[in-house]
């Protein structure tokens, strides 16, 4: 994979939600497009390359990143990607008729029939709408981090989380995830199966063209474990190759063992569970962290040395 000739390797940080609006209605103006969708949605293209890459998320998430800029911008520096980003003021899940009309004009335009390969993705209700609206391009693939499969309480009425953002729509047009990534060459759905309702939510997407990839105990923070970890860049990359499978992320989320974070979140997991022996074998583990001293600590409060070995099974 080669660079982008456009480089935005840029920091929009400390700018009002307006101005930041405006750097990107000016970026768009010299590299492609800028649309305001309503009072809610926007929609910035960049053309840079022969493969898309078709974002969704917020603008509250979006300013969060380390620079302030969509995630997109990453992978069209580096990779030479065009870039389709949605953006939502507030969380949405992209439920609005100006979006459905956008969607279907690019469609009739065949915008996406221009590119060699297409990648939506997106995480949580962006995730959703990654899934909903990439039938607008037949054969693209899809990487969803925990997504919804739809709020309509008559088939997801189990999920409280979101009660107030029941009354969107999701019965009419790009309405039903599963349902819209059926045209899909492949879609990725990426969860952490102990968080039931996003289980759920995951277990909906199920016909053949589906993977479903587990990432435990990392709760509602998927994306930002993965850019922890560095591995957020890899997994996208193979989304949009056609090489991701159960065994290529396998090979990358094993990262996570050298996570201090992660090890945190096994450790309480395992103390929970009480097992004594393995919640030594995490310690021990640990410190080779740069949280060591968390992980001496609680091998001190069990009475036991950093040097002791682990006690036998027996001892559980």
């Given at each position: ?43 910035l293209s960049f053309d840079a390359g022969p ?53 279907d004009r690019l469609t009739d335009e065949g ?10 993705l997106g995480e949580g209700s962006g995730g ?189």
């Open positions: 994979m080669t660079g982008s000739d456009l480089d935005l390797e840029m920091d929009l940080n400390d700018l009002s939600q307006q101005e930041w609006l405006g750097r990107l209605d000016e970026l768009g103006d010299e590299h492609g497009f800028f649309e305001q969708l309503g009072s809610k949605h926007f929609a493969r898309l890459l078709v974002t969704f998320e917020t603008i509250e998430n979006a300013r969060k990143n380390p620079t302030a800029t969509p995630r997109g911008f990453d992978f069209v520096t580096r990779n030479g990607w065009s870039l389709l980003a949605f953006l939502s003021d507030g969380e949405t899940w992209f439920r609005d008729a100006p979006v459905y009309r956008a969607m915008f996406f029939d221009e590119f060699e390969q297409v990648l939506f959703y709408a990654a899934a909903a609206y990439s039938v607008a391009s037949p054969n693209a693939r899809v990487l969803a981090l925990r997504p919804q499969a739809t709020l309509d309480p008559a088939i997801a009425g189990w999920d409280r989380r979101y009660i107030r953002d029941r009354r969107r729509d999701f019965s009419s047009r790009y309405g039903y995830a599963p349902e819209m990534v059926d045209a899909a060459n492949r879609a990725y759905i990426l969860f952490d199966p102990a968080q039931i309702s996003d289980a759920m939510h995951a277990s909906l997407f199920h016909d053949v063209n589906v993977t479903l990839l587990r990432c435990p105990l990392v709760g509602g923070r998927i994306e930002q474990m993965f850019d922890l970890l560095q591995i957020t860049g890899p997994l996208v990359d193979a989304a949009m190759d056609g090489t991701l499978n159960r065994q290529t992320f396998a090979r990358l989320w094993r990262a996570r063992r050298q996570s201090a974070a992660y090890l945190r979140s096994l450790l309480r997991k395992t103390e929970l569970a009480g097992r004594p022996r393995l919640v030594q074998q995490i310690c021990r583990y640990g410190l080779k962290t740069r949280d060591k001293a968390l992980f001496a600590r609680k091998l001190a409060e069990m009475g036991l040395t950093e040097d002791q070995p682990t006690a036998t099974a027996a001892a559980e």
